[in-house]
Structures are given as structure tokens and as C-alpha cells.
């Protein structure tokens, strides 16, 4: 059953007209939960309680389905003024980006132009920038796209998902480049030739790429709301006697924010990954896709209106 409701979702999430209602009649539904709201000035909001709260914070103006320039413009506009007004408030906040919205679909030279935009801006405001990881036919054109531009620009990292068969290969490749990436699990529906369809397996594979990636004495994002992955992480530290300094756990905005919380009072930094934008249905969809009890929350929150 769950995973039938996970393939449902998933199969959502990438449906165009459902994507330009949700953009039409605004965030309902139970979505508020997940996503800090339609404008910078929303999201600057919660970036401030959170940081309140001991709570570091990487923000993502969403996006999907861009396939033409000035959409892909338009996107990276978007990710120069969330620059900005982090720059200018003082905020504990960086951002992340898909490739997609900044025009991968489009060209090479788009992309790369927004992305050489972006970076500058950053370089000025002191803000770090992550390359999200998309889906597994976007997987190898991402990873090469972040080698191109991390020897001009130390202010920029990637994610590696653990569910793939290459990233043991990715993760050898990209040692050299002393890369800060941010481990996750993967969020996409993939067939089993690329990657591993049992949970096991990508748990196992998950706790190697942490041990690999920090052994080798780079920075490490552990993207995780998994209690085993969690502990896991807290012991090899503790055996290998590896500084705080040198890692971080990552947390969705809206799920689990006691554990958030718990970890940042045990002293580990805690970054919470806040979502914003009009385009946020199928971001929306992947968080009901990941776990059951996400659904239950937002049926109840329907219910109550």
C-alpha cells in the first residue's frame, strides 16, 4: 500500500495542468506546512524564526517544468534577490537551486550562464549555493555542470543520492574536487537497473557514502529524518574524531521540527532546507510521496477547514 501511494504521488508530482492550477489558486491543502510561502518576504520570515531557534537554513525558490530562456532568467532572477536579501538582513541562510529551473533543459550556455550569475552574486554576499539533485537522467550532466564550475567558485557544493548504482563512482570522481555535498537518499522514482529498489540496500549504501565522504575529510551535509541514519552518523563521528566543524544533519522544513530542534541544543549544526514560490505543487507531491503519516497531516488540516 505505501508503495502504491508513493508511485501515485510521484506520478503527480509530474503532471503539468495539476502544476498550473496549484499556481493559479495558491497554497491549500496542507501545503503551508511544508513550503514558507509564495514570496521572499515569507520565506525571510521563517528563515528568521528558525534561525531564532538555533536552526541554520538553506532556502529554495521552487520551480519545475522550465523549458524556454526567459523562464530560466526569470528563475535565477529569483535566486539573485533571495541572495541579496539574505546578504542584506544578516541572515544563517544559503540556497539551493535546481539546474532545471536555471535552463538544463534548454542549453548548456543557458544554464551556465544563470548559474555563473548566481555564483558572482553569491561570492558577494557571502552565501553558499547547492546544486539539488534531479532525477537519474539529469544525474551525470548535473555532476559535470558542479566540476565545471567548482575550481572558479569555492562557495558551491552538490548532492549525491544514495539509491543510485554510479554514486560510488561519482563520489571517487568527484573526491578530487574536495566537493561539500549534501547525502540523501533519493526522492525519485527510478527503475532498478539504476538504482536500488530495496530499502536496505539504500541504507547500507547511504551509511558508506557518509563514512567515505567524511573519512576523506569533506565537508558533509547528512540530509536525513531517519533516527538509524542519524545515530549512525552522531557514532562515526565520535569513533573517528571528527569535529562538528566539519559536518551538519539536514532536515525538510515541516518535518520533524522537535528532532531539528534537538539536535541544534546537542550542539551539532542542524540546517533546515525551506522551500518558497508559487511553483510548489510538485515539491508538495514528493513530500506526500516520501512518507504516509505526511498524507494523514495534510487530510486532517483539510478536514479542519
Excluded at 3 to 12: G, V
Excluded at 91 to 100: G, R
Excluded at 162 to 171: C, F, K, S
Excluded at 182 to 211: C, H, Q, S
Amino acid at each position: 500500500m505505501e508503495q502504491t501511494m508513493r508511485s501515485f504521488f510521484l506520478f503527480l508530482s509530474k503532471n503539468k495542468m495539476l502544476t498550473k492550477l496549484a499556481k493559479r489558486y495558491g497554497l491549500r491543502f496542507g501545503a503551508r506546512r511544508f513550503v514558507a510561502g509564495e514570496t521572499i518576504d515569507l520565506a525571510i520570515d521563517v528563515i528568521k524564526r528558525l534561525n531564532a531557534n538555533g536552526l541554520k537554513v538553506t532556502i529554495d525558490y521552487l520551480g519545475e517544468f522550465v523549458d524556454n530562456e526567459r523562464e530560466a532568467n526569470e528563475m535565477a532572477d529569483q535566486c539573485i534577490e533571495a541572495i541579496r536579501a539574505i546578504g542584506c538582513e544578516g541572515l544563517d541562510s544559503q540556497i539551493s537551486l535546481k539546474l532545471t529551473s536555471m535552463g538544463l533543459d534548454v542549453s548548456s550556455d543557458v544554464v551556465l550562464q544563470n548559474m555563473h550569475r548566481i555564483l558572482q552574486e553569491a561570492k558577494e554576499h557571502n552565501v553558499f549555493v547547492t546544486i539539488d539533485m534531479e532525477d537519474y537522467k539529469r544525474c551525470g550532466r548535473t555532476i559535470n555542470i558542479f566540476k565545471e564550475l567548482k575550481p572558479k567558485y569555492s562557495h558551491v557544493g552538490t548532492v549525491i543520492q544514495a539509491y543510485l548504482y554510479r554514486t560510488e563512482q561519482d563520489m571517487i570522481n568527484l573526491n578530487p574536487y574536495a566537493p561539500n555535498l549534501r547525502l540523501v537518499k533519493g526522492a525519485y522514482k527510478e527503475p532498478a537497473d539504476v538504482a536500488f529498489p530495496d530499502k536496505t540496500d539504500v541504507d547500507e549504501n547511504f551509511k558508506k557514502i557518509i563514512k567515505t565522504h567524511l573519512l576523506n575529510g569533506h565537508y558533509t551535509a547528512v540530509a536525513t529524518h531517519d533516527d538509524n541514519i542519524i545515530e549512525y552518523t552522531k557514532q562515526l563521528v565520535a569513533k573517528h574524531n571528527i569535529s562538528k566543524e566539519q559536518f551538519e544533519f539536514q532536515m525538510l522544513y515541516g518535518i520533524r521540527p522537535e528532532k531539528q530542534e534537538q539536535l541544534a541544543r546537542e550542539g551539532y549544526t542542524m540546517r533546515v532546507y525551506v522551500p518558497y514560490g508559487t511553483d510548489w505543487y510538485g515539491y508538495f507531491m514528493r513530500r506526500l510521496a516520501e512518507r504516509p503519516a505526511n498524507v494523514s497531516f495534510v487530510l486532517k488540516g483539510i478536514v479542519k477547514k
